[in-house]
């Protein structure tokens, strides 16, 4: 059974500050997706991640994958206010039938 | 850009009631999802489909049912409402083969049974 682990699962971080979100998970897998949640509403789409090596940028967010560790991380840099929401990094493992499996998801809260 | 849409973003039902929550999408993916989630459980996967007509059973089948009779509609079926499928649902779609699996999701539907 896939398993998909990410830590911390609450984060509480002040404006400015950089910090790293980790995503593990137990079987081979080249794909990797990060999603962002604010509270009440659905799930929104942040980086895909294809291959080992893949790193993606979107302004104060970087995702990074390495397939080898099972390992993606979410960095942070310079967190404001507006980053203050629930991250989950799902997987698709090699050979699925299209189905992702979600780690429990971070939820993060930047204070002023 | 794709667009998923959810019948209801709000439902309450009595237990015992037969519940339809119906999903809907416009960029004609083949693959289709329902998912629950609930705090501190984060997303489970209760079915999916990855063509019309056929269907595949997620992590937590139990008390649910679903339909796909069109490309672009995914419906989810609770027979018997019960209290402890008081949840948060999320629709999602993706496309096939040459894609990157990415999954879109609609606006979600809470739904309370009392």
């Known amino acids: 059974e896939l398993k998909v682990e990410q830590n911390p699962l609450f984060l509480s971080m002040q404006e400015g500050k950089n910090y790293t979100i980790y995503c593990n998970y137990s079987?081979?897998?080249?794909?990797l997706y990060w999603y962002r949640q604010d509270p009440g509403k659905s799930l929104e789409s942040l980086f895909v991640l294809l291959s080992n090596g893949a790193v993606k940028q979107e302004g104060r967010l970087m995702a990074s994958l390495d397939t080898k560790a099972r390992l993606s991380t979410l960095h942070i840099t310079a967190a404001v206010h507006d980053l203050s929401a629930t991250y989950f990094c799902a997987v698709l493992p090699s050979g699925s039938a299209r189905q992702l499996t979600f780690g429990s998801g971070t939820q993060l809260t930047v204070l002023p | 850009d794709v667009k998923v849409t959810q019948s209801s973003r709000y439902l309450v039902k009595r237990t015992g009631e037969k519940v339809f929550l119906e999903c809907v999408q416009d960029m004609d993916h083949e693959n289709m999802f329902w998912y629950r989630q609930d705090p501190g459980l984060g997303l489970r996967l209760i079915y999916f489909s990855y063509d019309v007509k056929m269907k595949e059973k997620g992590d937590i089948p139990e008390g649910y049912s679903v339909s796909r009779e069109k490309k672009e509609r995914f419906s989810l079926i609770l027979e018997s409402a019960s209290t402890n499928q008081t949840s948060m649902y999320l629709c999602a779609s993706s496309q096939t083969p040459l894609s990157s699996y990415e999954q879109y999701f609609g606006p979600g539907t809470r739904l309370t049974v009392t």
């Open positions: 079987t081979t897998s080249d794909r």
